[in-house]
Nanobody, 130 residues
Framework: QVQLVESGGGLVQAGGSLRLSCAAS????????MGWFRQAPGNEREFVSA????????????YYADSVKGRFTLSRDNAKNTLYLQMNSLKPEDTALYYC???????????????????WGQGIQVTVSS
């Protein structure tokens, strides 16, 4: 497991942007599958986005929930062991506690499943006002 620490959350108006960061303690971060999940009050935790190492794509293969596709962009800086989630055109329904997660390896079929991941951050609040 790796230690994950999120930052960058806060309060923003609808239509605004935020960038979340997730700093990992592990030097093998480059090989990890990294993801973001979120949980709104009264709801279950849901998949937001994930990125996996790819031999054919140095930027990594990215996956997005339909609800954020086209608005959120996931990227990673392996030199800094950091994962980024750029969130644009934010909506009130994006309000949630956002969690960074990691796992050494997984399949595309399982990358969006919460129980796939074995390392989790403490969560960071994102609030979008209307």
């Amino acid at each position: 497991q790796v230690q994950l620490v999120e930052s960058g959350g806060g309060l923003v108006q609808a239509g605004g942007s935020l960038r979340l960061s997730c700093a990992a303690s592990e030097g093998t971060f480059i090989a990890y599958v990294m993801g973001w999940f979120r949980q709104a009050p009264g709801n279950e935790r849901e998949f937001v986005s994930a990125i996996a190492w790819s031999a054919s794509n140095t930027a990594g293969n990215t996956y997005y929930a339909d609800s954020v596709k086209g608005r959120f962009t996931l990227s990673r800086d392996n030199a800094k062991n950091t994962l980024y989630l750029q969130m644009n055109s934010l909506k009130p329904e994006d309000t949630a506690l956002y969690y960074c997660a990691g796992v050494p390896r997984t399949t595309a079929a399982e990358i969006s499943r919460e129980n796939t991941y074995d390392s989790w951050g403490q969560g960071i609040q994102v609030t979008v006002s209307s």
